[in-house]
Nanobody, 120 residues
Framework: QVQLVESGGGLAQAGGSLRLSCAAS????????MGWYRQAPGKQRELVAS???????NYADSVKGRFTISRDNAKGTVYLQMNSLKPEDTAVYYC??????????????WGQGTQVTVSS
């Protein structure tokens, strides 16, 4: 059974920091590309950051220099360190896992989301 369990969301002041965690199970974590997406009210879900199985990273322009994505394959966990938070970072943040099983089936898994609210 695949599970992506996010934690670490909450309320922060502008300029503050939060660290999101996503604990994964039910698939071969080290082979998956992991990502964090967010969705603000009335807006489409957007990619925040991603990290490949080899460790390559990609960031949305709006978070470059402020957010850092990392992964711990031994723990099956991906992190999003968010610094210098802005009110416009307020959104529900979702963990995502993508890859291909050993039998050749593509997968695309989502967590339940965690709310991040940044006050001005």
């Amino acid at each position: 059974q695949v599970q992506l369990v996010e934690s670490g969301g909450g309320l922060a002041q502008a300029g503050g920091s939060l660290r999101l965690s996503c604990a994964a199970s039910g698939f071969i974590f080290r082979l998956a590309a992991m990502g964090w997406y967010r969705q603000a009210p009335g807006k489409q879900r957007e990619l925040v950051a991603s990290i490949g199985s080899g460790g390559s990273t990609n960031y949305a322009d709006s978070v470059k220099g402020r957010f850092t994505i990392s992964r711990d394959n031994a723990k099956g966990t991906v992190y999003l360190q968010m610094n210098s938070l802005k009110p416009e970072d307020t959104a529900v943040y979702y963990c995502n896992a993508r890859g291909r099983t050993q039998s050749g089936r593509d997968y695309d898994y989502w967590g339940q989301g965690t709310q991040v609210t940044v006050s001005s």
